[in-house]
Nanobody
Framework: QVQLVESGGGSVQAGGSLRLSCAAS????????MAWFRQAPGKEREGVAF???????SYTGSVKGRFTISQDNAKTNLYLQMNSLKFEDTGMYYC????????????????????WGQGTQVTVST
């Protein structure tokens, strides 16, 4: 079992930046995929950024070039640096983990991730 706790959300004007953090406790498995998802009111949860145990990253198209996912050296903290924020980036942001024998991310569907944090709210105003 892994526990995930997000922090760093807040309110910012369009064009601003925020850095989200996710602390992972009891995280001992070496092959995994960690991800940031977000959910806007009335919309489905969507995958935003992914990093696997080989440190390969991927992003959904709408955030490419603006968001950066990263981990600390101990790989127990996950980050999401969000720059040039837009109104449409508003939503609840969650970190999530799934274990994978290959060490590669298996997909972007929320149903593939059994472990979730409680979320942190990001609000971007125009």
């Amino acid at each position: 079992q892994v526990q995930l706790v997000e922090s760093g959300g807040g309110s910012v004007q369009a064009g601003g930046s925020l850095r989200l953090s996710c602390a992972a406790s009891t995280f001992t498995v070496r092959t995994y995929c960690m991800a940031w998802f977000r959910q806007a009111p009335g919309k489905e949860r969507e995958g935003v950024a992914f990093i696997d145990s080989h440190s390969a990253t991927s992003y959904t198209g709408s955030v490419k070039g603006r968001f950066t996912i990263s981990q600390d050296n101990a790989k127990t903290n996950l980050y999401l640096q969000m720059n040039s924020l837009k109104f449409e980036d508003t939503g609840m942001y969650y970190c999530a983990v799934h274990y994978t024998s290959s060490g590669y991310c298996q997909g972007a569907s929320p149903t593939q991730y059994p472990y979730w944090g409680q979320g942190t709210q990001v609000t971007v105003s125009t």
